[in-house]
Structures are given as C-alpha cells and as structure tokens.
C-alpha cells in the first residue's frame, strides 16, 4: 500500500476529529504517517469521548520538531498556528525524500499562521513559495473540478491578472498535471463581456485558448462561456473540469452541489498535495459532528495517483 503523508491542521478544530474517526477507513486502502504526536491524538481522543482506535499506534506517527502543544478547542493561536505550519512541512519532506508518495493535508486557520509568523496565507501559496512554481488550485470531485486561474487575491486586482501569455502557461500546466478531453473556460465579465461592452479581458482569454489548442493540435480548452451558464445541465454532461478566472464565480457552484464530496487538489508541483475542501470549523470542533466524506475522498484521490 501506498505511504500517505498526512498533515495534522489546526489541532483546535476539527482536523484531530477527522483524523480519528477516519483512520480504520484508511488503513485498509493506504498507510499514513500521521505527522503529529501520538500523545496529542490520545488528548484529542479522551476530549471528544470518541476512543483512540487499537489500530493506531505510536509507530504511524512522526511528529514535527516542535514541543507538544495544548489543544484549546476553537480557538487561534500562534501555537497552534506554528504547530500546523510544522505538521505541513514534515509532510512535504516526507513527500521529497520519497518516504510518502503524496501529502494530505487537514484544514489550518490562516491568522494563526500568521500569528506564527508564516508569511504565506495558505497551503497553497506556501507550496509556490517553497517550490518556487505556480501552484494551481483545483477543488471538486469527479463529477465536477473547478481550476482557478486566480485564487486567494482581492476581486480588484483580478482583471490586472488577465493576460494572454499567462493564460497560455495556465491552460498548458492545467493540460499536462489534470488532463482531460475538454475544459469550459469561464469569462470574467458578466455575459463574458458582450463582445467587450462589458469589458475586454474576454479578448485575451479567447486569444489563449486558440494558443493553447494550437499548440496541442486539438481543441481542448472550449469557451469563452459567460458564468452564469457555465454550469447549466446541458454544460454538466458535456463536462467535468470548469476553468474560473477567480474564486467564487467556480466554487459557489461547486460548494452550493458538492460541498460535503469535494476535495482541493495542488497542481504543477514536484510533489502531490490534496486536502479538504473546508476549514477549521471552530463552530463545531470538538463536539463529535465533523463529517469525514471531503477527508476520505482526498485520500482517495492521492492514493490513485
């Protein structure tokens, strides 16, 4: 079986209670090194009243080079934050070193990482800086992925974004990490900018697209399709992978079908990376009602690659 490593998340929401009540589901399909302390998931176990399972020993666990922290349920912490941050790049370690064939990772509060003084907002930017490439975001399930060009930037400083070249490398990247037959590339202006009534960033995106097919000798990339009939029925059966030139206009949608099904997956990098596709949860953590499907599904995504 393939060796998972998997990041613990902020250990005050409900990453430790997915991690637990996961792990005889896993353990039949993967192995996990669980980059955390065995004695914190005894803790965890004995304040959500949910037993630790026989099967998880001290072995499966490498924790990261820090002392072992106290869990303060809903809460943000820099401890925490730094804790986190550790598990995170123990498991990208792992994944380099070749001792774990892909990285998971539970979800981390982004203020406590800034409160632990990490620079980057998010496992994503993390994972660019540390490998020095453009990570790309893709978040869905198999039924529907959503790629985005553009992820965690304000909506004001999209449009500067827009640009053919970029696109191009984009669409390539995207091509060869998450190949598929056909991709429906979204406009950013409503109606897709109406023939540039409503802005001309369509114009570059189209120019990309005829880049990026010419290029691969077929017409893959499809659009430019205005957002708002995007995902219409007839849309959804024709394809699996959307391409949104920003955060919400692709993952309202996703979120609004698939919430509890869809994972996030890190593209275009030397190592793999998947994870749940939703945070901490502090309105819920330790009360016994995380629901595992997101983590169970990343697991699976990474053991099948």
Excluded at 47 to 69: A, E, H, I, R
Aim: aromatic share 8%; glycine share 6%.
């Amino acid at each position: 079986m393939k060796k998972i490593a998997i990041s613990c998340g902020d250990i005050n929401g409900v990453g430790l209670e997915i991690l637990l009540k996961a792990h005889e589901q896993i353990i039949q399909t993967i192995s996990p090194i669980y980059c955390v302390h065995y004695e914190l998931l005894s803790t965890a176990s004995s304040l959500l009243s949910l037993p630790l399972p026989s099967s998880l020993t001290p072995s499966m666990c490498l924790p990261p080079p820090l002392p072992l922290p106290t869990i303060s349920p809903k809460t943000i912490s820099q401890e925490s934050g730094a804790y986190s941050y550790e598990s995170f790049i123990l498991g990208c370690k792992l994944c380099e070193e070749r001792k774990a064939s892909a990285l998971v990772t539970l979800p981390i509060h982004k203020q406590a990482w800034q409160l632990a003084g990490v620079r980057e907002i998010g496992h994503t930017q993390a994972l660019s800086a540390r490998y020095k490439k453009e990570a790309i975001m893709m978040l869905g399930c198999e039924k529907m992925f959503v790629a985005l060009y553009t992820d965690h930037i304000p909506l004001k400083e999209v449009s500067s974004h827009i640009k053919r070249e970029r696109l191009f490398e984009f669409f390539k990247a995207l091509y060869h990490t998450h190949t598929k037959e056909s991709y429906c590339v979204m406009g950013l202006n409503p109606h897709a900018g109406d023939g540039g009534m409503i802005g001309d960033e369509e114009r570059e995106i189209q120019l990309a697209i005829k880049q990026i097919n010419n290029e691969l000798g077929k017409e893959v990339f499809k659009g430019v399709y205005p957002p708002d009939c995007s995902f219409i029925p007839s849309r959804q059966k024709e394809f699996d992978t959307w391409i949104a030139m920003y955060h919400d206009v692709g993952l309202c949608v996703l979120k609004a079908i698939y919430f509890e099904e869809s994972i996030n997956v890190s593209l275009n990098l030397p190592i793999l990376r998947t994870s749940v596709d939703h945070g901490v949860a502090f309105d819920i953590a330790y009360e016994g009602k995380a629901n595992i499907t997101s983590y169970l599904n990343a697991i699976a995504y990474a053991s099948a690659k």
